[in-house]
């Protein structure tokens, strides 16, 4: 029998063969695609349009998800085997494009189509609602009676939730979100709700000498409060990595977490630890924490002194890292942060012993200050497989994305940061500003005012706001939230410069400008007076302002972000993203 294809199957037959032959490149796009038929983007997109109603980047996405399906199906690999293997560059984007077109995640696959003797009875079936896929580490009680001592409490913690970060199988919420309830008088279902967790370790440090007395439990919060374990453990600060090593692998056989070979020999493989150098590292972090000019000097003199004990400590470098990019990326950096960073995380990496926090701050690096973006993303992936829970990586990776051009896979990765880190006001305000450069206006509302909700007057908050309002057109609103941002942040008050120059108040716009004129010149005004200028018309300046070094980290999102856009007709604007050499 002969089957009659018609011309338009003919089409989209030679499309998917094309995508099919380029899975391993997920980099082959819409572009990339249009090159293989011969055609022109817009040639393609409307005859791509016109047979089946889809965009040319949706056919290529569904294309890849039916792959997918099938090879799941075939059990031909995990959720990120498959999701590589069909062109998908984030296991998290992949879970979600995946949900949204099947509706259901990847991970169900094999319990819906494959036959039960193949897959294996699930005993645990009838205990789903119960299983715990996720947990938070409340803040440490510190009842030892000496305040001095609060440091390790906090250190204790910060390493409980990154060691079980690592587990992967397990949504852990982050140390910002967790240390809100420092203190708290709420009940564990309360906690649990507001943080949507299944589960709750509360710890104390009871005695400190020579060595460290703690107790834990686990507690299931969700349908019924239930204590499931609990746990008194002594060690001194030499072994304390070994501890943890013992904590997690009894949280993990309580919860019924399979480890994997390599979970198991990375606990089995823990060291023991140079003591005088750990105690000057957790004094580090616990003095960074708490996010003032003093506290930052503090800890990072703790941390220099962590590295002159042992040198071959990698905690120290990973601190140091990225307490010198949280410098960098404020708003007071002396133009050194970056080079300082980027000395510690080398050292740190050169030591070979694999760390999220050193990649993160590699991939910061790369992509802030060095501008190799390709670098950036490969550090970003290798933080994320070593540790999913660590939530700043996937906050920059998805700013990376935005840049890319990624904008779906960007808004994926976002939003995993904010649900393991909920009460973090960045990660809210942002994913605003990001909801609100993806057109969705409403959402960027939404989500700048949840972050002034978790922190009266946050900057970023007013300024989302501002911006998602700009872009509708509501110029009196938009006004409004940058007037309340200079009068919370005065520093970011070049904002509202931006805002009366785009809605034509010129004279109010030139007002802010002279203003900041008077400023010291550093790579945060050097970055708001290109802004200003560009505004205003005035494009030499602007130009000058934006080639000034050390560079201000927002500046490769010239090519993407709405507040550059009066630049775009100038000629010397496209000479200079090209000059970045963005990827896409």
């Known amino acids: 029998m002969t089957v009659n294809f018609s011309k338009e199957q003919k089409f989209l037959d030679t499309l998917s063969d094309i995508i099919e032959a380029n ?24 005859k791509l349009k016109a047979i089946v109603r889809q965009s040319i980047s949706q056919f290529i996405r569904e294309t890849r998800l039916k792959r997918a399906m099938e090879l799941l199906k075939l059990q031909a690999g ?48 009838a205990e789903s609602e119960s299983r715990i896929e996720s947990i938070v580490v409340l803040p440490f009680d510190n009842y030892t009676g000496d305040e001095t001592q609060a440091y390790l409490a906090f250190g204790m913690h910060d390493t409980l939730i990154s060691e079980l970060g690592q587990l992967g199988a397990l949504r852990v919420v982050s140390k910002t979100s967790a240390l809100c309830y420092l203190n708290s008088k709420k009940r564990i ?7 949507n967790v299944d589960a709750i370790i509360e710890a104390s440090v009871l005695s400190i000498g020579e060595s460290i007395k703690v107790q834990l439990k686990l507690i299931r919060a969700l349908p019924e409060e239930k204590q499931l374990w609990t746990q008194t453990y002594d060690v001194d600060l030499t ?69 002159r004990i042992a040198p071959s400590e990698p905690f120290a470098y990973a601190g140091l890292a990225l307490g010198y990019l949280e410098i960098a990326h404020g708003f007071f950096d002396p133009g050194d942060s970056y080079i ?51 939530y700043q990586t996937h906050y920059h990776y998805s700013w990376a994305l935005f840049l890319f051009g990624r904008m779906e896979e960007a808004v994926a990765e976002h939003e995993l940061a904010q649900q393991g880190d909920p009460l973090n006001p960045l990660h809210t305000s942002m994913l605003g500003a990001l909801y609100c450069y993806a057109g969705r206006h409403e959402d960027a509302i939404r989500e700048a005012r949840k972050s002034l909700e978790i922190q009266k007057d946050y900057p970023f908050g007013y300024w989302t ?9 509501r110029e009196d609103e938009a006004i409004e939230a940058h007037l309340k941002l200079a009068e919370v ?18 004279s109010e716009a030139e007002k802010i400008l002279v203003e900041l004129e008077k400023t010291e010149v550093t790579n945060w005004t050097a970055l708001a007076r290109a802004v200003l ?30 507040m550059w856009k009066p630049l775009r007709a100038d000629a010397r604007y496209d000479d200079f993203v090209k000059a970045l050499n963005i990827p896409h």
């Open 189 to 195: 279902k309360e906690i649990a709700s507001e943080l």
């Open 78 to 125: 995990t959720v990120s085997e498959v999701a590589f293997g069909v062109g998908f560059g984030s296991t998290t984007y992949f879970s979600k494009c995946f949900h949204d077109y099947f509706g259901y995640p990847p991970g169900e696959v094999k319990k819906r189509f494959v036959p039960e003797h193949d897959a294996g009875i699930n005993l645990q079936d």
């Open 239 to 307: 072994n304390i990595l070994k501890l943890y090593s013992q904590i997690i692998k009894e949280i993990a056989g309580e919860i019924k977490l399979n480890l994997t070979p390599a979970q198991q020999s990375r606990l089995d493989g823990k060291r023991a630890v140079h003591p005088e150098s750990y105690k000057a590292y957790l004094l580090g972090m616990y003095n960074l924490n708490l996010l003032t000019p003093e506290g930052m000097q503090k800890g990072l003199e703790y941390l220099h002194e962590a590295v």
């Open 340 to 390: 300082k960073a980027e000395e510690a995380a080398m050292k740190g990496y050169e030591l070979n012993i694999p760390s999220a926090e050193i990649y993160t701050a590699l991939a910061e690096l790369n992509m802030y200050a060095l501008w190799k973006f390709e670098e950036a993303e490969a550090y970003y992936k290798k933080a994320i497989a070593l540790n999913p829970n660590f």
């Open 465 to 473: 706001i501002g911006e998602a309002y700009l872009a509708m057109g």
């Open 489 to 506: 942040a005065p520093w970011f008050g070049w904002a509202l410069g931006h805002t009366y120059a785009v809605t034509n108040r010129r």
């Open 533 to 562: 200028y560009g505004a205003l018309g005035r494009m030499d300046e602007a130009f000058h302002w934006l080639g000034y070094e050390p560079h201000h980290l927002w500046i490769p999102w010239v090519a993407v972000m709405p």
């Open 23 to 46: 899975f391993a490149n997920e980099n082959f796009g819409v572009s990339e695609l249009a090159q293989e038929m011969g055609l022109s983007h817009s040639s393609l997109h409307r």
